[in-house]
């Protein structure tokens, strides 16, 4: 394990549903991130906390929804998704944000939207 | 817009040679670089960093170079052992105050027996 858990590793969501991906970290990082995997594309960078205030949205739909309660979780919700949504989403988390360290990643949550 | 990429997306070695994989990046701003290996199922997983005031730093049996001039950034891989095959990322960090890194799609190292 690299420090950084993510649950569920799979879920299978209609479009209707409403779930929530779960991250978490032990390593006394202070920056927590979501990207999104899809196939045959670049990591694309969705959000970014820094000390448990969001510091970048990159113009993800509002149909994602981050939260961030404290430097050690993070939380991405969902409700309504779209089938092109079906992606693996990773977490990641570092120091701290905009500085040069790299990044502990999770396995990720494979998620299928049908 | 910046971009980083990699060369090629299949990159096929006999155990025990040397690999090369490369990546090109467009934003000379960028002052930070990692590369990263993902296996089938799991996160990225860190390998070696370099920052925009080197040209080279070495690892345990990894070797990444920088090189500004054309913007280009290479991860060299000594003695490629099965346990290498993964898919390659490299990764910049603007440096224009934007956080978050930056991914290029990703080079799939497949070691020959």
């Known amino acids: 394990e690299t420090g950084v858990t993510q649950t569920p590793r799979h879920l299978v969501m209609g479009m209707t549903n409403k779930k929530s991906l779960k991250c978490e970290q032990h390593l006394g990082h202070n920056a927590m991130y979501w990207y999104k995997q899809s196939a045959k594309k670049p990591l694309e960078l969705m959000f970014v906390?820094?000390?448990?205030?969001?510091?970048e949205n990159n113009s993800v739909p509002s149909r994602f929804s981050p939260e961030c309660p404290n430097s050690s979780h993070l939380f991405l919700h969902l409700h309504t998704l779209q089938p092109e949504d079906s992606a693996l989403y990773l977490c990641?988390?570092?120091?701290?944000?905009?500085?040069?360290?790299?990044?502990?990643f999770g396995s990720g949550t494979r998620l299928t939207v049908v | 817009g910046e971009s980083v990429g990699l060369h090629l997306p299949t990159l096929s070695v006999q155990e025990g040679d040397n690999s090369i994989i490369n990546c090109a990046y467009s934003?000379?701003?960028?002052?930070?670089f990692i590369w990263y290996k993902q296996e089938s199922g799991k996160g990225p997983q860190f390998i070696i960093d370099i920052r925009s005031n080197m040209d080279k730093r070495q690892g345990q049996r990894v070797t990444v170079l920088l090189n500004k001039t054309v913007k280009h950034l290479s991860l060299q891989i000594a003695a490629t052992q099965p346990g290498d095959s993964a898919v390659y990322f490299c990764?910049?960090?603007?440096?224009?105050?934007?956080?978050?890194?930056?991914f290029g799609k990703g080079t799939h190292l497949i070691i020959q027996p």
């Open positions: 990764a910049e960090r603007s440096g224009g105050g934007a956080d978050g890194l930056t």
């Open positions: 906390y820094n000390f448990k205030e969001q510091t």
């Open positions: 934003n000379s701003a960028s002052d930070y």
């Open positions: 990641a988390s570092s120091p701290r944000a905009n500085s040069n360290y790299g990044y502990t």
